[in-house]
């Protein structure tokens, strides 16, 4: 089973901002946190990863809690392409290939 | 660089049959994984590699093998198909970032009905 908990679903507007919520509350110190999406049936796509600092890249910026305990996924300018499955998970620093997708969040971004 | 590449799209079959999916990159990734998605599911992990020659299973590796003889390719073999196999595979690589973590890079998935 996967590990992280994720809203089912979000909605959110074109141009505004898109958080999405992810709590891993038994995230080990050694455990990274990463960001995937899958639009429509295509294959899923890499976004972002942290260890414990924010990280922010040309897509998104990843905010960890002090305790790692949970994160939050930022769109800054969300658009009608990011429309997607959104999955978070928890993997070691080196995860060989192995990660463990739960049913993430359908984010659904509205004109 | 063409990235993650997977033959064939599509592909039937009739129960019992085997076949062969393909995978292949060309990103020199030590990493390479075979994942499969059931409608409305997250991917599961099948069997993955972290280098030629060597393989290992993940979490549905029944009715399914691998082989890595190069750094290059990755095929999945179906032994005997059964309808529960039909489903989208996906074929993945990866490397370990230098900062930390790894980055994982997914083909573009073999659709596949087992009648």
């Known amino acids: 089973d996967a590990k992280t908990t994720q809203p089912p679903s979000m909605d959110c507007a074109e141009g505004r901002a898109a958080n999405l919520p992810c709590n891993h509350s038994t995230i080990s110190g050694n455990e990274y946190v990463y960001w995937y999406r899958q639009i429509h049936s295509q294959g899923p796509q890499y976004i972002i990863h942290?260890?414990?600092n924010n990280e922010t890249n040309e897509m998104a910026s990843l905010i960890i809690t002090e305790d790692r305990k949970s994160s939050t996924l930022i769109l800054p300018h969300a658009t009608l392409r990011d429309t997607a499955v959104y999955y978070c998970?928890?993997?070691?620093?080196?995860?060989?290939?192995?990660?463990?997708f739960g049913q993430g969040t359908i984010l659904t971004v509205h004109p | 660089n063409a990235g993650v590449t997977q033959t064939p799209k599509f592909q039937v079959l009739k129960t019992g049959q085997s076949m062969t999916l393909q995978c292949a990159q060309d990103?020199?990734?030590?990493?390479m994984s075979w994942y499969r998605q059931d409608p409305g599911m997250g991917l599961r992990l099948i069997h993955y590699s972290v280098g030629a020659g060597i393989t290992d299973q993940g979490e549905v590796p029944n009715g399914y093998n691998v082989s890595r003889s190069t750094t290059e390719d990755f095929p999945l073999r179906l032994l005997s198909a059964a309808p529960s196999q039909t489903s989208v595979y996906f074929c993945?690589?990866?490397?370990?970032?230098?900062?930390?973590?790894?980055?994982?890079?997914f083909g573009p998935g073999t659709r596949l009905t087992v009648l």
């Open positions: 990103m020199n990734h030590e990493y």
């Open positions: 998970i928890e993997a070691g620093g080196t995860s060989y290939g192995k990660l463990t």
């Open positions: 942290g260890l414990k």
């Open positions: 993945a690589s990866s490397y370990s970032t230098q900062y930390g973590g790894d980055t994982q890079y």
